[in-house]
């Protein structure tokens, strides 16, 4: 069943006894800012849009930075992919996730195939499938900031994205570079996987799927 029939399903059944349903926060994909190689730009505009159009509910909304000490993170299922299953091998990404319940979470990824949103169980089971069979060099860490902390904390000068000679490796987005009031670049802290250190909490594969997705018993 996709999102948006559960929802309309949802509706039928609750809307003389709930008012609050679940609905898709954004209305098209296509309608979102997006820049290729700037996910996580993508995602900071994916928070401000919330924070500006459906503010109450931004407390639900997190940004996961998907990394590792070797920059290694094997995604299936992303546009970027050239062969059948859509493998790429990032050195990080960054997804957005709306847990609107204890429960239901929905993972929003402007770079995937999968449909947008998904439910976060499924996106997991295509996107990240399993580190049992990966060599060490290529487990996902996964470090989960909330939508609020992000807005008001990232900041990144797109240094990054740079040659040495300062040309561009993939043109930026057409809006100034993101800053704050105390920082022009820390994008470094969010990539970063050390347990205990940077912003949010950082999770291995098992534990972030038990934090994001209850089993009904």
């Known amino acids: 069943m996709s999102v948006n029939a559960q929802v309309l399903k ?26 290729s190689c700037y ?29 590792n ?6 995604l299936w299922k992303q546009r970027a992919g050239r062969e059948e299953d859509r493998l790429v091998i990032w050195d990080y990404h960054v997804i957005f996730l709306y847990s609107w319940d204890s429960k239901t979470c929905l993972v929003y990824d402007l770079d995937s195939e999968l449909p947008f949103p998904t439910f976060f169980h499924k996106y997991v ?26 807005l008001q904390h990232f900041a990144s000068d797109r240094r990054h994205m740079k040659r040495p000679d300062g ?24 990539i ?10 950082v999770f291995n594969l098992t534990d972030f799927v038990q934090r994001f997705y209850k089993v009904e018993k």
């Open 39 to 67: 996910c996580e730009e993508n995602v900071w505009k994916l928070c401000q849009d919330v924070s500006l159009r459906v503010p109450g509910e931004l407390d639900r909304c997190f940004v996961v930075f998907i990394s």
């Open 125 to 150: 089971t295509e996107t990240f499938r399993t580190d049992q069979v990966l060599k060490s060099d290529f487990h996902r860490f996964f470090r989960v900031v909330s939508a609020k902390q992000f």
């Open 192 to 201: 970063n996987m050390d347990l205990g250190s940077g912003p949010g909490q």
């Open 69 to 74: 000490p070797c920059r290694t993170v094997p």
């Open 167 to 190: 040309s561009w490796i993939k043109p930026p987005p057409p809006y100034p570079a993101i800053c704050t009031s105390v920082s022009t670049h820390n994008l470094d802290e969010y």
């Open 10 to 35: 949802s509706n039928n059944e609750n809307n003389k006894n709930n008012d609050r349903t679940l609905k898709p926060l954004f209305p098209k994909q296509a309608e979102c800012s997006y820049v």
